[in-house]
């Protein structure tokens, strides 16, 4: 467990000029060094010391830690109101001080080790350098899912235990887990020659992680060091947790106009943070600024811009003009802002009472409590999410079809650029690995299917089905990842198809989803880190086994947490149930079984289709569809106008994305933060941003994560709380209420 590459003595990669193209291994013309990006050129340096040791003890200690850390801290925060994702810019920012506290007081006496011949070892083989740096990060990406905070099995076995109060086994959720993550290792290393090793094949969203690596290792000598400035940041993050965490829980949503209009039903709906409009709701609570869509401190203005837009056509203009002016759907008989189901008569939705003993749906229960219905803004969420898939492919067609073929034709007659020929002085890695993991993977996820179907619902044809789907559309949606940065999401298309093909079975419907889309979402971001690492020159082998060991460790302690909190905490995830300041409420696992409901339960024909409410809905697709076709004939027609090709349907329909199970509270406080340090002090203290900026992103993640575990273990479990006004959650009881005549729910006005 220590450097395993070499012995002699190094110094750390020496800056250089991007521009300059100079590297190891014989001379070629510079058309054929550089890379075809500019984008590319400007960030990533053309040079390499292979001699660095990678496989360092520093990097496998820092690494498996980060790995355990964040996938426990993410799974744990998963289940909370404000469930904050901790990403790997948190341990890129914090393993940087530790990493050179290793190198400095390790030792550095070389020993062998029986069965490695006459190869000699160290603890501390020399500076602390960049390559172990990413090592440690992929390694950290693999805690977080890849981004997605848990692994997206898990939502799986939560549904199962939390809200179907049925069983699933330790083996078959660890099986489900690790064999829809792997699956996605598999197809990733199938089209690494594909998506990765091309050069105009050059990710993007990379290219913030290459600049963050090398300003992070640049010298450092200003008084207040990055280590310093995150060292108080944290400290003051953890200490502040401790009020709106526990003793005043009512800053997480300072909803004020529920407190001046405490009896009107529609001010509620309009002021709530968390169950209505949340016009004028603020939050001084940091989980709620960066719970859902990660902090705003990295996303770029622009980004900001658009989402701010999309979300004030769906929130303020959108669901007002259909809940109180047209009043479709008889939507005043239900919340404005809900993720939950009802009847027809405004209450909620018994699930489990149209479920039997074989966990399928029982159709006479079915007829007895009616059609299920939705909210306003959830009915409009999926028709504004049908809108995005049917945009994103048209807009990415129209608008980056040319510049993807002709990458991709490009790709394979282009000649290698430096990055590409610097890498070939590495081992690469054998396809037959991923062919034996791909071939294992199936067999294991076969056997789960077939043997423990009982559990999963899901038939063997079904996973060959979904591993069909993904396989078909793992490739283009990498190259379109690849060249545009934009993913379009496809789960909607998966649960769609198998609900209407196999209804009336809500485990099978997810298992179906997690095979055909996670599989193929994993596989991009696999992608993605390979080419960090081919930017960053790191050996191929290296990280494959990263990848693999950080997948299968993150994937085990996700469910471990799972199962420990599942049977430890009362009725985790009933919103109904908990008390009001409770933290224990599930938002994603809440849509996600809502969803199991919707496409797997009842099916998409009895919600969308002609038996269901909401067949209206389907139109959206066609409007997504024309939509960007517009724009481009406009682009076209006026190609003077700069501003029509900004015009980015794909993200403004699809702003609200995450809406539910995030909040308006969410979104007023990510478009207020990003606005202040990604314009005005981006703007005008550029300097500080460079330096700080991404650093007090990470330093108040940290913060907050460590203040979060320790109100746990020591008044959560106990169940030591503060009970006064300022800790019974944001006080807009009657935002959940419905406004139509005659409509009767427990603790709301009879209009």
């Not at 006080?731 to 729910?745: D, S």
């Amino acid at each position: 467990m220590s450097s395993m590459e070499t012995q002699s003595p190094h110094s750390g990669t020496k800056p250089s000029d991007p521009e300059k193209h100079v590297a190891n291994g014989g001379s070629h013309d510079d058309d054929e060094e550089i890379s075809p990006i500019e984008q590319v050129r400007l960030t990533v340096t053309n040079t390499d010391d292979p001699t660095l040791p990678v496989w360092t003890f520093r990097m496998w200690f820092l690494g498996l830690l980060s790995c355990a850390l964040l996938s426990f801290l993410n799974q744990f925060f998963s289940y909370r109101t404000e469930p904050l994702i901790i990403t790997q810019i948190t341990v890129q920012v914090a393993t940087l001080p530790i990493g050179h506290f290793m190198a400095s007081v390790l030792p550095k006496t070389q020993f062998r080790i029986p069965g490695f011949g006459s190869k000699r070892f160290s603890l501390n083989p020399g500076a602390f350098n960049m390559k172990e740096h990413v090592l440690i990060c992929i390694f950290a990406n693999a805690g977080t899912a890849f981004g997605n905070g848990s692994a997206y099995a898990v939502g799986i076995v939560n549904i199962i235990k939390a809200f179907y109060g049925r069983n699933i086994s330790f083996l078959a959720g660890w099986l489900l887990i690790i064999t829809t993550q792997v699956l996605g290792y598999g197809w990733a290393g199938l089209l690494r020659k594909y998506a990765v090793e091309p050069a105009h094949m050059w990710w993007p969203s990379t290219l913030v992680q290459v600049s963050l690596f090398r300003a992070l290792h640049e010298k450092d000598d200003q008084r207040m060091t990055r280590a310093k400035f995150f060292l108080i940041v944290l400290i003051c993050s953890f200490s502040w947790y401790l009020v709106p965490g526990y003793l005043f829980t009512t800053l997480t949503s300072i909803s004020w106009v529920c407190w001046i209009f405490s009896k009107s039903v529609t001010a509620q709906q309009i002021g709530s943070g968390l169950r209505g409009l949340g016009l004028g709701a603020l939050t001084l609570d940091w989980s709620a600024v960066a719970s859902f869509l990660f902090s705003p401190l990295i996303s770029p203005f622009f980004a900001i811009v658009n989402v701010f837009v999309g979300y004030v056509l769906t929130i303020y203009i959108a669901t007002p003009i259909a809940y109180w002016g047209l009043d479709l759907y008889n939507a005043k008989r239900f919340p404005i802002f809900s993720s939950h189901l009802f009847t027809s008569q405004g209450q909620q939705y018994n699930i489990t009472a149209i479920v039997n003993d074989k966990f399928e749906i029982d159709l006479a229960k079915y007829e007895e409590q009616g059609r299920i219905n939705l909210s306003m803004f959830f009915a409009l969420s999926y028709g504004f999410g049908f809108a995005t898939i049917a945009s994103t492919l048209t807009h990415v067609a129209l608008f980056y079809g040319r510049e993807i073929y002709d990458r991709y034709r490009a790709s394979y007659k282009g000649k290698e650029d430096i990055h590409t020929r610097l890498m070939k002085n590495y081992k690469d890695i054998p396809s037959w690995w991923f062919y034996i993991l791909l071939a294992a993977t199936f067999v294991v996820s076969l056997v789960l299917c077939i043997f423990l179907n009982d559990q999963i619902q899901m038939p063997w044809w079904g996973l060959l089905f979904a591993g069909a789907m993904a396989f078909v559309f793992t490739l283009p949606i990498s190259i379109i990842t690849a060249t545009t940065n934009q993913t379009p999401g496809l789960n909607v298309i998966t649960e769609y198809v198998m609900g209407l093909i196999y209804p009336g079975r809500p485990i099978a419907n997810v298992c179906f989803k997690t095979y055909g889309y996670m599989s193929m979402a994993q596989a991009v971001s696999f992608l993605n880190d390979f080419k960090l690492g081919h930017y960053m020159k790191i050996p191929p082998r290296s990280m494959f086994l990263v990848q693999f060991i950080g997948t299968v460790l993150a994937g085990t302690i996700n469910l471990a947490v799972a199962w420990w909190l599942l049977n430890s905490i009362q009725n985790i995830c009933q919103d109904d149930l908990l008390p009001a300041d409770s933290p224990w409420t599930c938002p994603n696992d809440r849509v996600f079984f809502d969803a199991s409901v919707i496409w797997g339960l009842v099916g998409p024909k009895r919600i969308f289709g002609s038996l269901g409410n909401y067949q209206a809905m389907n139109w959206f697709f066609v409007g997504g569809a024309v939509g960007p076709v517009i724009v481009w004939l406009l682009h076209k027609t006026f190609p003077k106008q700069s501003w029509i090709p900004l015009i980015n349907l794909p993200v403004l329909l699809g702003a609200t994305g995450m809406m539910p199970p995030a909040t308006p509270l969410n979104y007023n406080a990510w478009i207020i933060v990003g606005t202040i340090f990604n314009f005005f002090i981006f703007r005008y203290r550029k300097q500080w941003w460079q330096r700080y900026n991404y650093v007090l992103s990470a330093a108040l993640d940290a913060g907050v994560a460590f203040m979060a575990i320790l109100l746990y273990f020591s008044v959560g479990m106990e169940n030591k709380s503060v009970t006064w006004w300022g800790t019974e959650g944001e006080h807009c009881e009657l935002a959940t209420c419905p406004t139509a005549k005659g409509i009767m729910v427990d603790g709301c006005p009879v209009n």
